[in-house]
C-alpha cells in the first residue's frame, strides 16, 4: 500500500503518524460534509441547495465522476464561490463537489445572531485558539464559543441601470405592504396600502416610471392604497418570481434581484423598512431597527443584502405573535444603515437621529476577538513592554478583547518588534493576531451545539476550493475539506494538512539500494 508522510497537521485531540496508510487515514475522515438542503450562495449572490446543485452536475457528468470509498466526486469548472483568506474576501473558483453517505447522526449550530447550519460530526470548523485561526470538528464545538462570520460580502453584481432603482422601490413596498389584486378568482394586478401620504407618491411614481402606466389611488378611512389593474405587470411579477403574487409567508425577493448593484438595492431595502420596519428606542438610550415577518426566508434574504453594506443583523423567532424578526442594533450597524439605506418616512427617519443626539449611557461590545488576551500579553512579557507606561494599565488576563483595543496592544507590539529583529517566532504570531484584530472575518457567540438523528437522509454533500478552503454562505464563513485521490481510493484531509510525497514503486515494489526518486515514475515539482 501506497503511504503518505504527514507534517503540519491540525488533527485537533487526534495523533499524527509520519507513516499513514490512506484507506485507514480516510476510513476516519470520510465524512466532513453539509445536509442536501443547505443553501450554498454563489458568487452572483444566487441561493441552491447544495443537495439538488450536486446531483444535477453528477447526473450530468457522469463520466467525468470518479468513486471513492462511499462517495462520488466530481471536478468542475466555472463555478466561482466567495471565499477568504481571513485578510479579505473575493470569488474564486470551486475545484469539486462531492456526495458521500450520510452518518447516522449530524450536528446542529446556532448562532447568536441566529444564523444556522447542519453538518456531519466530523466537519472542520473554523475557531480562534492561543491567538491563531484553526478548526475543530463541528462535535467538538461547545456553547458560548466564537464562529467566524464575515464583515461585508461583495458579490459579482449586475451592472448599475437607473431603471432598475423603480423596480426594487416596487418590490420592496409589495413584498412589505403590498398584495394581489383579485377578480372572479383571477389574479389581475397588484396594490400597496398605507397610510403615509409620502410612501404612496413615491410607489405611485415608482409604477409610472418603471410600468408606464397610471395607477388608481384610493382611500379607506386613513388607508391611503395605489392599484394597478394590468396583464403586463401581473406577467412581469410572475416572471421574476410566481411567489410574488403569493400571501406574504410565501412572498420573497426574486433571484435575479439579488444579482443587482449596491446602488438599486438600497431602494429595495428602504422600500421594505419604509412598509413593516420600526425604529425602536430601549433602555440606557439604546435603539435597535427592526423588520417583522412571517416569512423567516425573506428576513434571511434581507439580512444577505444588509451584509452587502456592511451592516450586521440577527434573526430571532416570535413565537407567541408566530412571526420573524430581523433586528439591527450597535451604533456601528444603525449608523451604517442611517447613511447607506435609511428611510424615505421622515418620521422613522427622525427617530434615528434622535437617537444619533442622545448621550448613550453605555456602548454594547459587539466586535470581540477571542483568545487572543494570553497570546498578546504573552508577547508584550518576551519584549520587556511595560503595560502600564503604554495602555496606563495591566492587561485584564480572561477577559476577551474589543478589536480597537486589540488593534492598539499590535500597533504598540510592532514598534518593539522592529527595534528587536532576532523574535522570529513572536513575529509570525503576531501576525497571526494581526490577521484576526485587523482582517476581515468577525466573530460570534455559539448558542447551542445539539446532535440530530438522521432521518432518511441517503448522501450529504461538499464542496472544494483551494487554496484557502473557506466559503461564504448563509451568513457565515465555512470550512471545506481537501481531497486527494489515487487508484479509487480517497483520503479527505484537513486544510492544514501538508502532503510531502506521495507515489507507487515503478517496478512494484522499493529497491533498497536505489534512490527514491528513481524508483516513481512522476513528474519532478
Partial sequence: KTAYEIKECDWSSDVCSSDLDRSSMHEAMEQQCMLPDFKLMLADGIYVKIGEFVDKLIEKNKKKKYNGKDCEILPVENIKLLSTDFNNHFPINVSR???????????????????????????????????????????????????????????????????????????????????????????????????????????????????????????????????????????????????????????????????LPNENLKYLLRALYDGDGSVIFQKRNGCRISFVSQN??????????????????????????????????????????????????????????????????????KDIIPNCTDKINEIFKKLKISQKKEIGHSIDLGVEKHRLFLQKLILIAEKYLKKEEKYCKLKKELEEIKKLAFGYAKWIKIKEVSKIRNKKIKWVYDITIEPYHTFISNGMILHNTVTISKANVQATLRAETSVLAAGNPKLGRFDPFQPISQQIGRAHV
Avoid at 475557531?127 to 464559543?145: F, H, Q, S, Y
Avoid at 405573535?321 to 418616512?345: A, P, T
Fill in 296 to 365: 423567516k426566508e425573506l428576513e434571511e434574504q434581507m439580512s444577505d443584502l444588509l451584509l452587502r453594506f456592511g451592516i450586521q443583523s440577527s434573526i430571532f423567532e416570535d413565537k407567541p405573535s408566530k412571526v420573524w424578526r430581523l433586528d439591527i442594533s450597535g451604533q456601528e450597524n444603525i449608523g451604517k444603515f442611517l447613511i447607506e439605506i435609511s428611510f424615505l418616512s421622515q418620521h422613522k427617519k427622525q427617530r434615528l437621529k434622535e437617537y444619533y443626539e442622545k448621550n448613550k449611557t453605555y456602548k454594547t461590545i
Fill in 97 to 259: 463537489v462531492s456526495r458521500h453517505v450520510a452518518p447516522k447522526e449530524f450536528v446542529k449550530i446556532i448562532l447568536s445572531n441566529g444564523k444556522e447550519i447542519t453538518v456531519t460530526p466530523e466537519h472542520p470548523c473554523w475557531i480562534v485558539k492561543d491567538g491563531k485561526i484553526t478548526t475543530i470538528p463541528a462535535e467538538k464545538l461547545k456553547d458560548n464559543m466564537y464562529f467566524p462570520i464575515p464583515s461585508k460580502i461583495n458579490i459579482i453584481s449586475k451592472d448599475y441601470k437607473k431603471q432598475k432603482d423603480y423596480l426594487c422601490k416596487i418590490l420592496g413596498y409589495h413584498l412589505s405592504e403590498g398584495c394581489y389584486e383579485l377578480n372572479r378568482g383571477k389574479k389581475t394586478g397588484i396594490q400597496f396600502w398605507n397610510n403615509n401620504e409620502l410612501l404612496i407618491k413615491d410607489y405611485k411614481n415608482s409604477i409610472e416610471k418603471y410600468f408606464k402606466l397610471k395607477p388608481i389611488i384610493t382611500k379607506r378611512k386613513k388607508q391611503l392604497a395605489v392599484r394597478v389593474i394590468s396583464k403586463k405587470v401581473v406577467k412581469e411579477f410572475n416572471n421574476l418570481d410566481k411567489n410574488l403574487l403569493e400571501k406574504g409567508d410565501i412572498k420573497k425577493i426574486p433571484k435575479e434581484t439579488m444579482k
